[in-house]
């Protein structure tokens, strides 16, 4: 089977819409992982067991389950139960969910590296512990931990295709349905593999930049 480009011109307008799609679950599963990952690195650290074991817990459990099992799991239990997501949301929440527990780590390594005299200066000027958090720590601790956040940005964007399992209309998702109307796989997934190419090189080079220079303001 040879690659005709008559047939690839035509699907590509087509999988470039589609892509809009998988960006947008992307970045809204980061959203979602970037903020929920902030609040259980910060529980975790939580001197109340009553907070912390449980996003421990949480976290151990979603890190040692496959990413497509959630996804089932959202889109096909909790209906049972009467929670009931929009099919795109259902993808973002997995996936954010899933990443959370990973950007946890990031965020926890972070605060950990910043040096106990900072704490210790920020109890000793009596500031609140939530000013100690604000303007003490946070500034510290997250702009070195953002190249590592970048990287899981990069590996949702090449998660999306799972999402094609619930009838997320994405980019793998889209090919394979224009595919089964051709019997044509040879250029519909080509094309796939080289958007995703050109996305995730796109992506390395935005966070190197973005890591050299939050490095030369260090």
Request: with cysteine.
């Given at each position: 089977?040879?690659?005709?480009?008559d047939?690839?011109?035509?699907?590509?307008?087509?999988?470039?819409?589609?892509?809009?799609v998988?960006?947008?679950?992307?970045?809204?599963?980061?959203?979602?992982?970037?903020?929920?990952?902030?609040?259980?690195?910060?529980?975790?650290?939580s001197?109340h067991?009553v907070l912390?074991?449980p996003a421990?817990?949480?976290?151990?459990?979603?890190?040692s389950?496959?990413?497509?099992?959630?996804?089932?799991?959202?889109y096909?239990v909790?209906?049972?139960?009467?929670?009931?997501?929009?099919?795109?949301a259902?993808?973002?929440?997995?996936?954010?969910?899933?990443?959370?527990?990973y950007?946890?780590?990031?965020y926890?390594?972070?605060?950990?590296?910043?040096?106990?005299?900072?704490?210790?200066?920020?109890r000793?000027?009596s500031?609140?512990a939530?000013r100690?958090?604000?303007?003490?720590?946070?500034?510290?601790?997250?702009?070195?931990?953002?190249?590592a956040?970048?990287?899981?940005?990069i590996a949702?964007f090449?998660?999306?295709?799972?999402?094609?399992?619930?009838g997320?209309?994405?980019?793998?998702?889209?090919?394979?349905?224009?595919?089964?109307?051709?019997?044509r796989y040879?250029?519909?997934?080509?094309?796939?593999g080289?958007i995703?190419?050109?996305?995730?090189?796109i992506?390395?080079?935005?966070?190197?930049r973005?890591?050299?220079?939050?490095?030369?303001?260090?």
């Amino acid at each position: 089977m040879m690659f005709q480009l008559d047939y690839a011109g035509e699907l590509l307008p087509i999988l470039l819409e589609a892509s809009l799609v998988t960006l947008g679950a992307t970045l809204g599963g980061m959203a979602l992982a970037l903020v929920l990952g902030l609040a259980l690195a910060l529980l975790r650290r939580s001197p109340h067991a009553v907070l912390r074991r449980p996003a421990s817990m949480f976290v151990e459990f979603v890190r040692s389950t496959p990413l497509l099992i959630q996804i089932f799991f959202i889109y096909y239990v909790l209906p049972l139960y009467g929670v009931r997501i929009p099919t795109v949301a259902c993808g973002i929440v997995a996936l954010g969910l899933h990443y959370a527990t990973y950007t946890a780590e990031v965020y926890r390594a972070g605060i950990e590296a910043v040096p106990r005299g900072q704490w210790e200066a920020g109890r000793a000027l009596s500031l609140p512990a939530y000013r100690i958090w604000r303007h003490i720590v946070l500034p510290q601790a997250l702009p070195p931990v953002v190249p590592a956040l970048g990287n899981y940005l990069i590996a949702m964007f090449k998660e999306t295709p799972l999402l094609a399992v619930i009838g997320v209309h994405e980019l793998l998702g889209t090919a394979l349905q224009e595919a089964s109307q051709t019997y044509r796989y040879y250029e519909p997934l080509t094309l796939v593999g080289l958007i995703f190419l050109a996305f995730s090189l796109i992506a390395a080079l935005i966070l190197r930049r973005v890591e050299v220079r939050l490095a030369d303001r260090s």
